[in-house]
């Protein structure tokens, strides 16, 4: 392509250049000045002159979590067909239109049965409905916690250093948009009433969302995405419910997060160390406590101990905040024995003929995908 060159006058754009260079450098020493004495300053961590964010390119974290969160990016048009989700390119759908025209009659129905009025079918058969209010009331958790990750999410993209970590945090900030979105469909697919947060879920959602700079990735990435991880590990072999094995990997992508950006920009000694940050650390994790008492009837209701769900996720999130550096109040195994203690101590005094339980060394996600994702993100074998 040809273009026609346009005359300038040289004089007015020197002119500029230079009225543009003093008013720049003004306008960033003053910035600079109002950050230095916190008065304000610039507020984005962006390095424009090195076309990057503050913190370098870090492609490394890019590539695992940007890219390969494009590469997994599944469609909900696709796997929750009942929703009102549409998220298919015209390629893709004819792709699915193709695979359909080639499965058996036996594949034809399972594809079928996640339309909403037959899904709806589905559910009725396959539940009672203490059990629809059961699984409504354990999956609202995660359904509030969503909102909240959404939130979560958003801020710490502010708060994390280079381009590939705010890649990775702009992926899960799509994700939590469409977690809550989609899981609020199928919540809503069960008709049954939806529970209000519980004030111990509450306490510890509005901790995390108060808590300053990376704390967050302990509130958010380590707890409450390992509970959701946990919960969408338990509950993914169930009838009508297979979508939850999709919301299980990017879980895990969530709560590798932390591992991978603080391999490159670990704590340092102080901050994992803080008495202070040590103590409001452990004050968000203890309301799961009573809350896993709350729960006790729903899990229950479908045949799970919730102290043996309870017990394999706290030894999860316990072995994962130690490894990044999120340090409590107590040694690990320290740790992980007084929280068996009082799962022990509230058994004793509601089961008749309780016995000592390592409700910690229990395993409550099914499913061999979901078992060898869980092992890459926590290195259980290692604990």
Same mark, same amino acid.
């Given at each position: 392509?040809?273009?026609? *060159?346009?005359?300038?006058?040289?004089?007015?754009?020197?002119?500029?250049?230079?009225?543009?260079?003093?008013?720049?450098?003004?306008?960033?020493?003053?910035?600079?000045?109002?950050?230095?004495?916190?008065?304000?300053?610039?507020?984005?961590?962006?390095?424009?002159?090195?076309?990057?964010?503050? $913190?370098?390119?870090?492609?490394?974290?890019?590539?695992?979590?940007?890219?390969?969160?494009? %590469?997994?990016?599944?469609?909900?048009?696709?796997? #929750?067909?009942?929703?009102?989700?549409?998220?298919?390119?015209?390629?893709?759908?004819?792709?699915?239109?193709?695979?359909?025209?080639?499965?058996?009659? !036996?594949?034809?129905?399972?594809?079928?049965?996640?339309?909403?009025?037959?899904?709806?079918?589905?559910?009725?058969?396959? &539940?009672?409905?203490?059990? *629809?209010?059961?699984?409504?009331?354990?999956?609202?958790?995660?359904?509030?916690?969503?909102?909240?990750?959404?939130?979560?999410?958003?801020?710490?993209?502010?708060?994390?250093?280079?381009?590939?970590?705010?890649?990775?945090? @702009?992926?899960?900030?799509?994700?939590?948009? *469409?977690?809550?979105?989609?899981?609020?469909?199928?919540?809503?697919?069960?008709?049954?009433?939806?529970?209000?947060?519980?004030?111990?879920?509450?306490?510890?959602?509005?901790?995390?969302?108060?808590?300053? $700079?990376?704390?967050?990735?302990? $509130?958010?990435?380590?707890?409450?995405?390992?509970?959701?991880?946990?919960?969408?590990?338990?509950?993914?072999?169930?009838?009508?419910?297979?979508?939850?094995?999709?919301?299980?990997?990017?879980?895990?992508? =969530?709560?590798?997060?932390? !591992?991978?950006?603080?391999? @490159? @920009?670990?704590?340092?000694?102080?901050?994992?160390?803080?008495?202070?940050?040590?103590?409001?650390?452990?004050?968000?994790?203890?309301?799961?406590?009573?809350? #896993?008492? *709350?729960?006790?009837?729903?899990?229950?209701?479908? $045949?799970?101990?919730?102290?043996?769900?309870?017990?394999?996720?706290? %030894?999860?999130?316990?072995?994962?905040?130690?490894?990044?550096?999120?340090?409590?109040?107590?040694?690990?195994?320290?740790?992980?024995?007084?929280?068996?203690?009082?799962?022990?101590? &509230?058994?004793?005094? !509601?089961?008749?003929? =309780?016995?000592?339980?390592?409700?910690?060394?229990?395993?409550?996600? !099914?499913?061999?995908?979901?078992? #060898?994702?869980?092992?890459?993100?926590?290195?259980?074998?290692?604990?």
């Amino acid at each position: 392509m040809e273009f026609r *060159k346009l005359k300038v006058n040289d004089n007015a754009q020197q002119t500029n250049a230079a009225v543009e260079n003093t008013l720049n450098f003004a306008v960033r020493a003053f910035d600079k000045f109002l950050g230095a004495t916190g008065l304000g300053g610039r507020k984005a961590d962006y390095d424009d002159e090195h076309y990057e964010f503050v $913190g370098g390119a870090n492609d490394e974290l890019r590539k695992k979590h940007y890219d390969k969160s494009l %590469r997994l990016l599944w469609k909900a048009g696709r796997h #929750a067909e009942w929703s009102s989700f549409n998220d298919c390119s015209k390629e893709e759908e004819m792709l699915v239109k193709l695979a359909d025209e080639n499965l058996s009659e !036996t594949e034809k129905k399972q594809v079928s049965r996640m339309q909403s009025a037959e899904f709806r079918e589905l559910l009725n058969r396959e &539940y009672t409905p203490a059990q *629809k209010q059961a699984i409504v009331n354990i999956l609202s958790l995660i359904g509030h916690g969503e909102a909240y990750a959404w939130l979560v999410s958003n801020e710490v993209l502010r708060d994390v250093k280079s381009t590939g970590a705010k890649a990775a945090l @702009t992926m899960q900030v799509l994700e939590e948009a *469409k977690h809550f979105v989609v899981l609020r469909e199928l919540i809503h697919a069960f008709e049954m009433p939806i529970p209000r947060l519980p004030v111990y879920e509450y306490m510890m959602l509005e901790g995390t969302l108060k808590s300053k $700079g990376l704390e967050k990735f302990f $509130g958010m990435n380590v707890l409450v995405e390992g509970i959701a991880l946990s919960i969408f590990g338990a509950l993914s072999k169930f009838p009508g419910l297979e979508v939850l094995e999709m919301f299980h990997l990017d879980e895990s992508r =969530h709560c590798a997060l932390p !591992t991978n950006y603080l391999k @490159t @920009t670990p704590l340092t000694w102080w901050e994992k160390n803080n008495p202070a940050a040590m103590v409001k650390r452990f004050a968000l994790v203890l309301p799961a406590i009573p809350l #896993a008492f *709350k729960m006790e009837p729903d899990f229950a209701e479908l $045949g799970i101990d919730v102290f043996d769900f309870g017990g394999s996720l706290v %030894r999860k999130v316990i072995n994962l905040a130690y490894r990044v550096g999120f340090h409590l109040p107590l040694p690990q195994e320290n740790m992980k024995d007084f929280i068996n203690y009082l799962f022990n101590a &509230y058994c004793q005094a !509601t089961r008749d003929g =309780h016995t000592y339980q390592r409700f910690l060394d229990r395993e409550a996600t !099914t499913g061999e995908k979901e078992l #060898a994702v869980e092992r890459e993100v926590f290195l259980m074998a290692s604990a």
